[in-house]
């Protein structure tokens, strides 16, 4: 597609449940980042896909959190027994994955919220 | 350890004036840096970059700033006008392609 897409856009879910969000990169864009944004703070980095490369996980806050690429393409992070504060905007964006090209695309994000 | 701070979280300005958004940082490795604008219920958008071989990129209203001495960089806009009103977000990266952000700010344009 033209753009980075992200679903559900918005999602309430039950403290406890499990969830899953999605986020379709740029088609040829090799690297994939998920950031979330908590009310009223920055952008937390929570994990990094680099081609086959082994993903940069140090972002994720705990082991409720995981994140899978198949294909090298869609990406999807799941949120294990989520807990109120998991509650966030959660941004997806791709890149070319080269110096030059910093400029992440992202999404419009899925907007998180446990109750 | 924040690595990227943006302090002002907030700033108001007149149409036409400039405005001017600030940032420091603490990693020294850190040698590209980004500003990224974001409208509500959008995601960030890419608006300006420098390297650090630079100390300064201009690219119409949009002018970025680099110090490395001091680690610090700003944004200037000007004119400002009533549509850049957004949350800005500085980044920097080092040596890779994951972007550390800082808290944002918010920049309200008054007509």
């Known amino acids: 597609g033209a753009g980075v897409s992200q679903s559900p856009s918005n999602k309430v879910t039950e403290k406890g449940k499990d969830v899953e969000l999605r986020c379709d990169p740029i088609s040829g864009h090799t690297a994939l980042y998920w950031y979330r944004q908590s009310l009223g703070q920055g952008l937390e980095f929570l994990i990094y896909f680099q081609g086959n490369s082994a993903p940069d996980k140090s972002g994720l806050p705990s082991d409720r959190f995981s994140a899978e690429r198949t294909g090298g393409s869609v990406s999807t992070l799941t949120i294990q027994r989520t807990q109120q504060e998991d509650s966030a905007v959660y941004l997806c964006?791709?890149?070319?994955?080269?110096?030059?090209?910093?400029?992440?695309?992202f999404g419009s994000g899925t907007r998180l919220t446990v109750v | 350890d924040q690595q990227v701070k943006q302090n002002s979280p907030s700033l108001s300005v007149q149409e036409g004036r400039i405005s001017i958004l600030n940032c420091d940082y603490t990693?020294?490795?850190?040698?590209?840096f980004l500003w990224y604008k974001k409208y509500p219920a959008e995601g960030p958008t890419f608006l300006i970059s420098i390297s650090s071989i630079k100390d300064k990129n201009e690219d119409g209203r949009f002018t970025v700033f680099l110090n490395k001495s001091a680690k610090h960089l700003s944004l200037h806009i000007v004119p400002s006008q009533p549509g850049d009103s957004a949350v800005y977000f500085c980044a920097a990266a080092a040596a890779g392609n994951k972007l550390t952000f800082g808290g944002g700010t918010r920049v309200l344009v008054k007509p």
């Open positions: 990693n020294s490795m850190f040698d590209y």
């Open positions: 964006a791709s890149s070319l994955a080269r110096r030059s090209s910093y400029g992440y695309t």
